[in-house]
């Protein structure tokens, strides 16, 4: 029921997919498939290094999104484009 009270606090909808209705629910799949690229199926991440966790973090925060304009997670908080090539 927090989700009742989350959408009266955001003045927003909610919506539930429905089951094995993938399609419903592109950009969990989506980012699904992008962790599975660190984390194939069984990996147990509770034993994993807290720097590493913090590095694929960082990476998956740090690509674009077409979502969100071809900008990334990160440029988007923090309210300008950045370059990381520039920091090179």
Known sequence: MLHLWSAKRLKCETYFAKLYHS???GLNENSNGLLRRYFPKGTNIYNMNEAYLADIN?????????TLGYLTPLEVLAGERVS???RI
């Open 23 to 25: 399609w419903q629910r």
């Open 58 to 66: 960082l990476l998956l925060n740090m690509r674009p999104r077409k």
């Open 84 to 86: 990381i090539m520039s």
